[in-house]
């Protein structure tokens, strides 16, 4: 089943000092926490800015391609995590045909904000790293995701939703 998000926020990480983006489940209190690189964060950050660019940045390219080709973004998916590592799909319809493309999540969120389309969570991966939190023994680690589901709007900074 997939449960819908909003991003919640963008925020760099205490620990790491990598960025990360927090999304949280519109109907429910789950809030998932997916490190992201510098450029993505750059992406999506210039999004909720709403920073123009004088030349378009490689998401405001593809959603140009996108619509330059009559394809409409239905939704992303946080689809799947393995061995800590996220993976996204994007759902497209063209001409009555549904497809599916392979994507990180951090490219799959800047688009999605590009598009003003819904950003979903497989609710596997919720439990999943939920479970991680759990078997996780690394006392940093706990602390950070401890942290991390006590948020609040003063937290999350100027990237705040």
Same mark, same amino acid.
């Given at each position: 089943m997939e449960l819908e998000v909003k991003i919640r926020g963008l925020m760099m990480d205490p620990v790491t000092n990598m960025p990360v983006v927090v999304l949280k *489940?519109? =109907?429910?209190?789950?809030?998932?926490?997916i490190w992201v690189g510098i450029y993505e964060a750059n992406?999506?950050?210039?999004e909720i800015e709403k920073v123009q660019t004088p030349r378009p940045m490689t998401h405001d390219l593809?959603?140009?391609v996108l619509s330059g080709l009559n394809?409409?973004? =239905?939704k992303v998916v946080v689809?799947?995590?393995k061995d800590d590592t996220f993976y996204a799909l994007?759902?497209?319809e063209r001409d009555g045909q549904i497809m599916s493309l392979d994507s990180r999540p951090s490219d799959a969120l800047a688009l999605a904000l590009r598009l003003d389309?819904?950003?979903f969570v497989d609710d596997g991966v919720l439990k999943n790293s939920k479970m991680a939190t759990v078997v996780s023994e690394k006392s940093s680690n706990e602390e950070l995701r401890k942290w991390? *589901?006590?948020?609040?709007?003063?937290?999350l900074g100027r990237y705040k939703m």
């Amino acid at each position: 089943m997939e449960l819908e998000v909003k991003i919640r926020g963008l925020m760099m990480d205490p620990v790491t000092n990598m960025p990360v983006v927090v999304l949280k *489940e519109t =109907q429910g209190a789950g809030i998932l926490p997916i490190w992201v690189g510098i450029y993505e964060a750059n992406a999506i950050a210039l999004e909720i800015e709403k920073v123009q660019t004088p030349r378009p940045m490689t998401h405001d390219l593809l959603k140009n391609v996108l619509s330059g080709l009559n394809v409409h973004v =239905q939704k992303v998916v946080v689809s799947d995590l393995k061995d800590d590592t996220f993976y996204a799909l994007i759902w497209m319809e063209r001409d009555g045909q549904i497809m599916s493309l392979d994507s990180r999540p951090s490219d799959a969120l800047a688009l999605a904000l590009r598009l003003d389309c819904p950003i979903f969570v497989d609710d596997g991966v919720l439990k999943n790293s939920k479970m991680a939190t759990v078997v996780s023994e690394k006392s940093s680690n706990e602390e950070l995701r401890k942290w991390l *589901e006590n948020l609040n709007d003063e937290d999350l900074g100027r990237y705040k939703m």
